[in-house]
């Protein structure tokens, strides 16, 4: 049987089920009478043991079921200690590991080392071999799916391929062709030649939640069908070395199906419209129409973004066993708590942000963290932003510390070292290459340092601020926008070219009288109520030909390198929303801009990102 399109889901499923694993064990190690808890990581482990088996990846559902024999102890009151807990990590990592040999098409990886370790035997009633006195009975079974499965199909394949392992097949409507096909169906119906009995039976499937109703009897159904659907071949392994699925997919909801089918109707109801009023000239109603279009494609875009939406949680969940983990190697106490992670993020921008989180977590654990101490992260949403803080309450860092080793570094001149301020002193440590540390640990100081964290963040239009106190800890925050295919612009003119700024990194803006500019030395400032804000010159800093002087001056007023900046632009034409584009080859390769966008008169614009090709000036 051809198993290659099943893969993909097998790979999600049983990768959320290693997830939710995971983020458990780490929590339970302080409340090892959590029967909920032990229950679910059990139904977790059996769960990836029914679907390996039923895929015919043998190791990893020999694993699992050795998992599910430990954790069945702990079921039934044996205490979990912090080395019954580390001993189950090692396994969820080893079954990580075998997953991804199976999504990379590779034979899966060596168990033997991990299952040999001492362990009570007690197998599962699914997996008990049938005693050899017993006389096979026939059970007739009806199993029906909930009706909000996803993937139907699909999964009354893996339930035939499970019941294949407690005996005979000797009927099965719908057959295996047609659950192939795809064709929908929600039941099955079959009988099954086992020596279990019917009590056993429905034991081995009460852990499967997708099971609306499952009915076992030893009568034939009234209605049972003459068509001979015997195995003659249907349950044959599947080539384990079948191409390689697309793993990016996502799931979505029936109810949000639904409504793209009917906003996919009123565009085809408002299109026909559109055509009969511009076709009679009837001006009015065409008007109205080209209203009633708008709103349609904003509901759509509003859809799709809830498609391409994920809580935060799917990215701190692995943040608990990473600071356990740290914590125990380094011989510290540090707790983690999270806030806010229910909160969703476009699916894109986590997996950006991902791997600069976690280090900004382990920093925090080996360099914040002393012997004691908490690390929190906090969500909030903040209008068309998420704001991610990352903050702990050990040491702080010496802007003192860092002047020094910059100025060691030759980054900055010894003048810039005396005038600079402990805010600015602190952006030092996004400089590629700088560390206040003189040797690597394996915790950190190794892989993605704070200079690729700031430029991930940049690189979605995001901002990086990083405030710390001696002796009572540090706060990094990233600003994110909530999705990064639809954003707000504000249009600006400069020597005659119409391009974009992101409305997102905007403060003000503000038409001021040439006068009103002050100097001290090179720099020139304004002053704007009670603050004094550099100024910077869009002309200059893209090295276009300086115009004439103007009485009055169009100033946009900017967050750069964590301050407010004032950039002087020719003009602002307005502000609208529209569709981010990648820039093709080889405008991608241009300093300083975040993509393009098409405006609604067929223009192309340039959406700049000022900091990037202010580059070092700050």
């Not at 993605?448 to 710390?468: C, F, H, R, T, Y």
Request: contains cysteine; negative net charge.
């Amino acid at each position: 049987m051809d198993m290659a399109k099943f893969k993909s889901m097998f790979l999600s499923e049983a990768g959320e089920h290693l997830k939710n694993m995971s983020a458990q064990l780490v929590t339970i190690e302080g409340a090892s009478d959590d029967r909920d808890r032990i229950n679910s990581l059990f139904r977790g482990a059996h769960s990836i043991k029914g679907m390996a088996a039923s895929m015919g990846y043998e190791k990893m559902a020999e694993l699992a079921h050795h998992l599910e024999d430990s954790l069945d102890h702990f079921r039934q009151g044996k205490p979990i200690s912090p080395t019954d807990v580390d001993r189950l990590l090692d396994g969820v990592d080893l079954l990580e590991g075998l997953l991804e040999d199976i999504s990379q098409d590779l034979p899966e990886r060596e168990i033997a080392d991990f299952t040999t370790r001492p362990v009570d035997q007690k197998q599962s009633v699914e997996d008990q071999p049938p005693a050899a006195a017993a006389n096979p009975v026939t059970h007739y079974l009806q199993l029906i799916l909930h009706d909000n499965v996803v993937s139907p199909a699909a999964r009354l394949l893996l339930f035939s391929k499970s019941l294949e392992r407690l005996g005979t097949i000797d009927r099965l409507v719908p057959s295996l062709e047609q659950i192939m096909n795809g064709q929908e169906h929600r039941s099955l119906q079959l009988s099954l030649q086992s020596d279990l009995t019917a009590a056993e039976i429905e034991q081995a499937f009460q852990d499967y939640p997708e099971i609306s109703q499952l009915s076992i009897s030893s009568e034939p159904p009234a209605e049972e069908r003459r068509k001979d659907d015997r195995r003659s071949g249907d349950r044959r392994q599947g080539d384990r070395r079948a191409q390689s699925l697309t793993a990016g997919t996502v799931r979505v909801d029936t109810n949000l199906l639904d409504q793209f089918i009917n906003l996919t109707g009123e565009l085809v109801t408002n299109r026909h419209i559109l055509q009969t009023a511009l076709a009679e000239q009837r001006w009015n109603e065409l008007n109205d129409g080209l209203g009633q279009l708008g709103k349609l494609v904003k509901n759509l875009h509003g859809q799709v973004v809830k498609v391409r939406m994920m809580p935060v949680s799917s990215i701190t969940e692995r943040l608990y066993r990473v600071v356990r983990d740290l914590s125990r190697k380094a011989g510290k106490e540090v707790a983690l708590k999270v806030e806010g992670a229910e909160i969703e993020l476009d699916r894109a921008i986590l997996e950006e942000v991902a791997d600069p989180l976690m280090h900004m977590v382990r920093n925090a654990v080996d360099h914040g963290i002393e012997q004691q101490g908490t690390v929190q992260v906090r969500i909030r949403r903040q209008r068309s932003h998420v704001h991610i803080l990352i903050k702990d309450d050990g040491r702080g860092i010496d802007p003192r510390k860092l002047r020094e080793r910059a100025l060691e570094k030759g980054l900055i001149s010894p003048k810039q070292a005396e005038t600079m301020s402990d805010m600015n002193a602190l952006q030092l440590i996004c400089l590629p290459g700088f560390s206040t540390t003189t040797e690597v640990t394996e915790t950190s100081g190794r892989g993605v340092g704070m200079d690729v964290v700031k430029a991930a963040v940049e690189k979605l239009d995001g901002i990086l601020q990083i405030d710390s106190a001696l002796g009572e800890g540090s706060r990094i925050t990233m600003k994110l926008p909530l999705s990064v295919a639809i954003i707000r612009i504000l249009l600006i003119r400069c020597n005659d070219r119409l391009m974009a700024l992101p409305l997102s990194r905007i403060q003000q803006t503000h038409q001021i009288e040439r006068e009103e500019i002050q100097s001290r030395g090179r720099q020139l400032l304004i002053q704007l109520k009670e603050e004094k804000i550099p100024l910077i010159s869009l002309r200059k800093s893209l090295h276009m030909p300086v115009p004439p002087a103007t009485n009055r001056v169009s100033l946009v007023v900017m967050e750069l390198f964590g301050r407010k900046v004032g950039v002087v632009v020719d003009q602002i034409v307005g502000h609208q929303e529209v569709f981010v584009k990648k820039m093709p080859a080889p405008f991608d390769r241009l300093p300083g801009t975040n993509g393009g966008a098409v405006l609604g008169d067929g223009q192309v614009v340039f959406i700049l990102d000022v900091q990037g090709f202010l580059g070092g000036r700050r």
